[in-house]
């Protein structure tokens, strides 16, 4: 069965770094396209970054494009979203997703799989 579990959210200042950890388990992680998206109070879920399975490069949304990266190692079956120079407009719930065979998409409905988040406040 596959499961997906986030961690690293946490309180930061603006002009901060945080790096978010999602692992994944029953699956073969290399055959999965992944993404992260995020909910900020009041608002539609957002993508944030995506990574096709076979080793398309990564892409960003405009908000996030700069100071965000989306990396995965294949080993430890763990996705990552490095964010750096955090604005209070990042805080957030983050998720990750994971799509068989994706190429890494900005829409949530191509993702099967959704971990179930990790919250991310940027204090001004």
């Known amino acids: 069965q596959v499961h997906l579990e986030e961690s690293g959210g946490g309180l930061v200042q603006a002009g901060g770094s945080l790096r978010l950890s999602c692992v994944a388990s029953?699956?073969?992680?290399?055959?999965?396209?992944v993404g992260w998206f995020r909910r900020a109070p009041g608002a539609e879920r957002a993508f944030v970054a995506a990574l096709g399975w076979g080793g398309e490069a990564a892409f960003y949304s405009e908000a996030v494009k700069g100071r965000f990266t989306i990396s995965r190692d294949y080993a430890s079956k763990t996705l990552y979203l490095q964010m750096n120079n955090l604005k209070p407009e990042d805080t957030a719930v983050y998720y990750c997703a994971a799509d068989h065979w994706g190429s890494g998409s900005d829409a949530a409905n191509r993702y099967r799989y959704w971990g179930q988040g990790t919250q991310v406040i940027v204090s001004s």
């Open positions: 029953g699956m073969t992680f290399q055959n999965y396209g």
